[in-house]
C-alpha cells in the first residue's frame, strides 16, 4: 500500500459470502451486491465490512444506472425445537389447498415458507 494513509478495497459477493448471508448463489443474483472493507487505515480502528446492493436509478435523462445503497444482511434465525414440530406438522398436513384461507397458510406456513 506505500505511503497511502486510508484505502479501501471493493469486492463482490463470494458464493460462501452468499451461503453464509443467504442469498441466493447464482453468479447474477450475487453481482447485485458488493462489500467494502477498510485495506489499510493508519487513523481509525479496524471495523466490519459494510455492505451495498446495486440498485437500479434513473436519471433525469431516461438514462438507467446502477447506484450503491447501504444494505444489511438479514438476520439468521435459528430453529428452536418448537419451529421444527409446527413445520413437521404443516409437512404433514399437506400443502394448503384453494378452499383453505390464505391467512390458514400464514399461520402455519409462514414462519418456513411463503405462502
Known amino acids: 500500500m506505500g505511503t497511502a494513509r486510508i484505502a479501501y478495497t471493493l469486492t463482490g459477493m463470494t458464493e460462501d459470502d452468499a451461503k453464509k448471508l443467504g442469498v441466493a448463489t447464482e453468479p447474477v443474483a450475487r453481482s447485485h451486491y458488493v462489500r467494502l472493507d477498510p485495506a489499510k487505515s493508519n487513523y481509525a480502528a479496524l471495523e466490519d465490512a459494510q455492505w451495498f446492493e446495486k440498485v437500479p436509478y434513473k436519471l433525469e435523462n431516461g438514462e438507467q444506472v446502477p447506484a450503491a445503497e447501504p444494505w444489511t444482511p438479514p438476520e439468521v ?21 384453494a378452499s383453505r384461507s390464505h391467512q ?9 415458507a411463503p405462502c
Open 77 to 97: 434465525k435459528a430453529a428452536s425445537q418448537a419451529d421444527l414440530a409446527a413445520l413437521v406438522t404443516a409437512i404433514k398436513r399437506g400443502a394448503p389447498t
Open 104 to 112: 390458514s397458510c400464514r399461520r402455519t406456513i409462514a414462519p418456513f
